[in-house]
Structures are given as C-alpha cells and as structure tokens.
C-alpha cells in the first residue's frame, strides 16, 4: 500500500536553528511530492511541490525540499526557522497516474522557541 | 485567489443525529475531497468526488456518505453519528488532469469544521 513516513512526530527548535524535516514515500513509480503547513488555527496550506525537472525546491518564506528518487525521499529544510514558523507540517504525495488522490504523512509538530 | 469555504467552524451534536457538512469552492475546479485529521493520524481521505454526482470512497468511508449535485459543493453526511466521529473534517478541492501541469493534483483546503458527538 502507499503510504507516506514522517519521521519525527515534535521538533522542538530554537530561533535561528537549521531545520530539517524528514520524509520518505513508499510507490514505485512516478510521483509528484507535496509539503502542507498548518499554522495554529489556519488551514493547511501549500508550501512548496515537486513535479518534475530540479530536484531542489523552492517554497515560500524560505522553505525548501530536496527529492531523492534513490533514497524515496523529500525532506523538508529552512536554514534559519523563526517563531512564526510553528506550525504541524505535512508530507503528501501523489502516484502520478491521474488518481487525483493524495496520500499524507501523520504530521510533523514543529515548535520554535524565541 | 481559490477559496474553499466550510459551514460551520464548530459543530455540537448528539449521538445518533444525522449530520450534515457542507463544502463550497468557487474556482471551478472537477475534484472535490473529505479528510478527517486526528492528533498523530494525519490527514485521512473519506471519499472524494471527481465530478457531479461521481463519487469514490476513500480510506475510511465506513459510516458516512457524500453527495455532489452542484459542481461547487461536496457535503458529507454522517448518517448516525457516534461518539468515534469526534474529529476535524477538511475539505479540499483541486483540478483535474488537462488544466495545465503547474496546477494539476495541489489541492486547496477550507478552513475545517471541528465535530464533537456526545
């Protein structure tokens, strides 16, 4: 069955710290690689996707993922993580063969202390 | 910019009552989905819904039902609720394939209606 693997369930940081969140999808074939954020109290929102062509990803404020077709992998990493980036963090993918469905991870807590 | 709307933030009901979630979106999009999200579950797919009046059961379909007679709205219905249905339920709409690849599967999600059953 698909299914998506985060790694750490609480991330606790410091202001200033190196993030990096980890990820790892069980499919075969072709995939497109998602990253959610929900912020306390919002709705999850999209913070970057991979679809094809270089493997390093950009997001917004800062965020970026790497895709490791070798490794199954599309972790998650911001080199300076803020306060305001406390938030529950959400893996997905989906297979590529117009299922339309998206499979998600359980969510990673990130807390950033100030 | 896309907006998935839900009508209710907070929901009360008791056991047994049937309950209803709406979902509306207003960026024509084909696909429209239910998730329910518990604390260290994630995000699981109840059913989804690629067209009007098309329906596919997810993941965890069992004791609910959906309908989609308009392209814009999705409901889920809880036909007898239980206490187990206490949870978070999202609703997510997103394009279908030939829209353009840049688009093609995000799905954009309301803002969730948390459901208490006691």
């Known amino acids: 069955a698909q299914s998506v693997s985060q790694h750490n369930h609480h991330v606790i940081l410091s202001e200033a710290a190196s993030l990096e969140l980890g990820c790892n999808y069980s499919y075969g074939g072709t995939v497109n690689l998602f990253w959610y954020v929900q912020y306390p109290g919002q709705h999850l929102q999209l913070l970057l996707k991979?679809?094809?062509?270089?493997?390093l990803v950009k997001g917004i404020k800062g965020f970026e993922a790497e895709f490791i077709k070798s490794k199954f992998s599309f972790n998650l990493r911001k080199p300076s993580v803020q306060w305001s980036d406390t938030a529950e963090y959400f893996c997905a993918f989906e297979s590529g063969a117009g299922s339309y469905q998206l499979t998600f991870g359980k969510g990673t807590k990130l807390s950033v202390i100030p | 910019d896309v907006k998935v709307t839900q009508s209710s933030r907070y929901l009360v009901k008791r056991t047994g009552e049937k309950v209803f979630l709406e979902c509306v979106q207003d960026?024509?999009?084909?696909?429209m989905f239910w998730y329910r999200q518990d604390p260290g579950l994630g995000l699981r797919l109840i059913y989804f819904s690629y067209d009007v009046k098309m329906k596919e059961k997810g993941d965890i379909p069992e004791g609910y039902s959906v309908s989609r007679e308009k392209k814009e709205r999705f409901s889920l219905i809880l036909e007898s609720a239980s206490t187990n249905q206490t949870s978070m339920y999202l609703c997510a709409s997103s394009f279908s394939v030939g829209r353009g690849l840049a688009d093609t599967y995000e799905q954009y999600f309301g803002p969730g209606t948390r459901l208490t059953v006691t």
């Open positions: 991979y679809f094809s062509g270089d493997p």
């Open positions: 960026m024509d999009h084909e696909n």
